[in-house]
């Protein structure tokens, strides 16, 4: 089959990224300033709880590519196991925010034990979902509108959720009541998305079955074979490694940089703002330079960027909420162009070994990207441990030391900017022939 997708099942393909992209952005953006400021947890022990559920998902997400590839249950290889996760996500990242009468390392293993579940719940979503356009349609043109409406929907949902959750949580002076509430809506969200695209997806086609690995070793393997994966990924978990780091840090650059913990929204919205008003200029660029030159210019605006918020102290708020807006044109970007250059990749590997392994290759796609923004909530609670940061619950708010405010500006910017200048070496490794390079969606 080429071409020809309902209107409806590319548009219903895309909602799902309302929930990919809402808990892609939530718990990065918040969890850990609720376990340090709202449950006195202290930043070590809150790394840990936020970075161990995502090792257990990193060794997840290939498991998961691997059944979703040999499944044959009724409804299509994938879409059963969007409706597991749509089923289960919601209601565990509500509990995760249900802010038990718990403090301190008793707090952070709730957290911990909920997070994990949730974690688990979206690769079971994730992963089956990332491989869906592959197997719809055989036609590269039709794929590229698949995937032009799920970096749309995921635009909207990074908008919505990072503007949504913080203003709810601070609404009433982080309280316990303030993070039930936040999330309760933002599940609403979640599932909204999640159950969106397993309903419209009904009528996909499958015009091609996925060859599953039979283990994580084999896995590993295929992808050795693979230099051009190999390099894109890479690339994309320092990305998502220093993506990570600054989604963890904006709350604390908000309250103790600018002063205000309710600044997150407007900074938030400076930073995702242009994610949806850019994009297809990346596109135009894309489509007139190619792929990777656009991809380059991305990374390089973002790593400029995140320098310049190094200088927001002394220059005043007026260069933080600049850098950062630029941040976010950087960002739209980051998100669209890898993709592209995956789904590239994809079909490259099909053409050189005549087997369509999707499922393996999202897998440990999604397994990298997840190990990446894991590691930035511990990178940044490191940073904040080492420079003597001080935790404490809603209640009772303690002064910090100079070296802590230093460690929030140095863990917002400049080690942003180290990682993605190490990522443009692998970008520069990454090549496929020029034809592919220049396809864009």
């Not at 990224?17 to 070590?44: E, Q």
């Not at 403090?103 to 979902?129: E, I, K, M, N, S």
């Not at 309710?262 to 400076?270: E, G, S």
Request: glycine residues 10%.
């Amino acid at each position: 089959m080429s071409g020809g997708l309902p209107r409806s099942v590319r548009i219903g393909y895309g909602l799902g990224s309302l929930g990919t992209g809402t808990f892609g952005t939530v718990p990065g953006l918040i969890l850990l300033y609720y376990l340090t400021d709202v449950l006195a947890v202290p930043a070590a022990v809150a790394g840990a709880a936020v970075f161990l559920p995502k090792v257990w998902d990193v060794l997840v997400n290939p498991l998961v590519g691997a059944l979703s590839d040999r499944s044959r249950l009724p409804g299509g290889p994938r879409r059963p196991f969007l409706l597991i996760g749509a089923c289960t996500l919601p209601p565990l990242f509500a509990l995760i925010f249900a802010a038990p009468p718990l403090r301190g390392a008793a707090a952070a293993a709730y957290v911990a034990v909920l997070f994990l579940l949730a974690a688990t719940a979206y690769a079971v979503f994730q992963v089956p979902y990332v491989a869906l356009p592959a197997e719809m349609t055989a036609d590269q043109g039709e794929r590229a509108r698949v995937l032009g409406w799920r970096v749309g929907f995921l635009g909207v949902a990074i908008l919505l959720s990072g503007a949504l959750a913080p203003a709810i949580a601070h609404a009433d002076g982080d309280t316990p009541a303030s993070y039930r509430l936040m999330g309760l809506a933002v599940a609403v969200l979640l599932a909204v998305g999640m159950f969106g695209a397993w309903h419209f997806t009904r009528h996909a086609p499958v015009v091609a079955r996925n060859d599953s690995e039979p283990s994580l070793r084999a896995q590993l393997a295929t992808a050795r074979d693979n230099p051009a994966f190999l390099n894109l990924a890479g690339m994309w978990t320092l990305q998502a490694l220093a993506v990570g780091v600054m989604l963890a840090g904006v709350q604390y650059f908000a309250t103790y940089t600018l002063g205000s913990a309710a600044a997150v929204t407007p900074l938030f919205a400076c930073m995702i703002g242009p994610l949806v008003l850019v994009m297809p200029l990346w596109n135009r660029l894309a489509a007139r330079r190619g792929v990777k030159y656009a991809q380059w210019c991305a990374s390089s605006l973002f790593l400029l960027a995140a320098l310049a918020l190094a200088l927001t102290p002394p220059a005043g708020h007026w260069l933080g909420y600049t850098a950062v807006a630029l941040v976010g044109i950087a960002y739209a970007g980051l998100q669209l162009l890898p993709l592209t250059m995956l789904a590239d990749t994809l079909a490259g590997d099909h053409r050189r070994t005549g087997r369509t392994r999707a499922g393996t290759f999202t897998g440990l796609w999604t397994a990298a990207e997840t190990l990446g923004f894991a590691l930035g909530a511990g990178t940044f609670a490191a940073v904040l441990a080492v420079s003597g940061f001080r935790s404490s619950d809603a209640g009772h708010r303690v002064a910090q030391p100079g070296s802590a405010l230093t460690g929030i500006t140095v863990g917002m910017s400049l080690l942003p900017a180290v990682l993605t200048a190490l990522s443009l070496w692998l970008l520069h490794r990454y090549s496929l022939d020029e034809e592919e390079t220049r396809r864009v969606p």
